[in-house]
């Protein structure tokens, strides 16, 4: 494969495609999402903020953090944040954006770092809080990932996992299914440098499992009070759990 030639992912999620794919889409990866989600990524960041519950204080994880818009949202409430991703281009533009070169100095609070999800690169415990938007569909062992926050994490601390999902009516299923194969892969090719990674979005949200496999997921890793709640009609769902301890 070449430099400019586009980089494909496929359901085997093999780390070094997907790497590779979110490198080259880097650059309008914000923008794009913006314009495929109708502005309803803007609302998602909110809700998963508010979950999250940043304070002061506190050392909190934003896994697949791409860019860093999730992760500048949580640092803004002062606490510190990590921002982390596997692929170098996202990270890379990120720090462009937020970190110490930045035109205004960055945002002193908001460290960037390179990690795979399932073999983390932080010591046991050392976590408030750890959130991951939009990334466990892409890892692909999602099991170990979610085993991997679980020891990451302080006793007593939270995961907040926000997630495309499976929208439980029928009728509006059928809609957002036709929007995914008929009218994103046309937005895409208008909007970014490598449409045939948006092919593998829509591939990689019709094979992801729904709400309620997802939550048995996360409480079989060790978690408990496992809840959920679905967000734009079950488009996205917003899954939360504690760690036992104090």
Known sequence: MTENEPNRADLHKDPAKVSGMFDQVAGRYDITNDVLSMGNDRLWRVATTRAVAPKPGQRILDLAA??????????????????ADFSPGMIAEGERRYGPAARDGGIRNLTFREADATDLPFGDGEFDTVTMSFGLRNVNEPKRA???????????GRLVICEFSHPP????????RFYNDRILPVVARAMSSN??????????????????????????????????RNLSFGIVALHRAVKPGR
């Open 66 to 83: 791409g860019t860093g818009a999730s992760s500048v949202a949580l640092a803004r409430s002062g606490a510190e944040v990590v921002a």
């Open 195 to 228: 449409a045939e990674a948006y092919d593998y979005l829509n591939e990689s949200i019709r094979d992801w499992p729904d709400q309620q496999t997802l939550s048995s997921w996360i409480r079989a890793e060790g978690w408990t009070d496992v809840a959920y």
């Open 169 to 176: 009516q029928p009728a509006f299923n059928g809609l957002y």
């Open 146 to 156: 979610i085993a991997e926050l679980l020891r990451v994490t302080k006793p007593g």
